[in-house]
């Protein structure tokens, strides 16, 4: 039994609809899948039902862009209360500033002399949670760019001159909001962040797990935070981070996470959830 637990959709950059990418778990024999899109859970209800259907475990979840330090770090969240108040209103928060941030990649391309409007932008994004892959899509339609790839080295790559940074919440927030909701916090993709320096910090400050398993990991890199969540007592998880289309063939499916770490990460939760009800409420079960 094998599990992807990082997957976009639509909802945020992704291509697919959660029902396509539920249909495509179901081809590659998954056991258990999580939807991470950006800064958003909007799309897990619709997952949720779509994995039901194709006999599918769902594990709730979301990708939280964060920084420690000045450095970027993505926090995946597992096993939120999807209704939570503090974590619907402050996603909510986040999304406004990707769509403020989408004004302004796109004044700065007229300033560039590409009249790209922010309204194409929004109508490709068609979601809450818009960013840049949706920008270089609006490029790509509209003509001003030939591929996704020339968007980015063109435009809207760190330091390009569309390029606007992202005004970030801090790792410890992010992993608070996380762990009131009910859920564990995990470092995603750290190979490709080149977090290492900052990991002893951030576990202390109660990091649950870090995603050894990853699309963009050599199998050296998987072995190297392997030895870290050894290390550190963090659970394991992994993922492909499929896109849907984006890139040629999808990943889903492609990362394949022995399904033991599936079940730490449920008990893990399950601590978090016993925690928060608090001794008053394992003393006093309501019935
Ligand atoms: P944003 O959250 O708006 O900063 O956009 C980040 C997303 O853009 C990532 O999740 C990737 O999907 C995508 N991305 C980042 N860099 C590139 C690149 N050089 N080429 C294509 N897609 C990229
Ligand atoms: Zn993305
Ligand atoms: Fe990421
Ligand atoms: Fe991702």
Redesign the pocket.
Known sequence: MVADLHLHTNFS?GTFSPEELASHGKRHGLAAMSLTD?DTVEGCPRMAAACASEGIEFISGTEL?AELKGIEVHLLGYGMDLENKKLLSEVARFQAVRQNRIHEMVARLNRLNVPLRAEAVFEIASCRSP???HVARALVKAGFCGS??EA?ERFL?VNRPAWVP?CKVSALEAMNLIHQAGGVAVMAHPGLNRTDEIIPEIVEAGLDGIECFHTKHSTATSHHYLQMADQFHLLVTGGSDC?GLNKGKPLVGTVRLPYHHVEKLKSKVAERRAALAGPQSALHPSH
């Open positions: 950059d950006h862009t960013g840049r892959p996704l790839d980015f790559k992202k896109h």
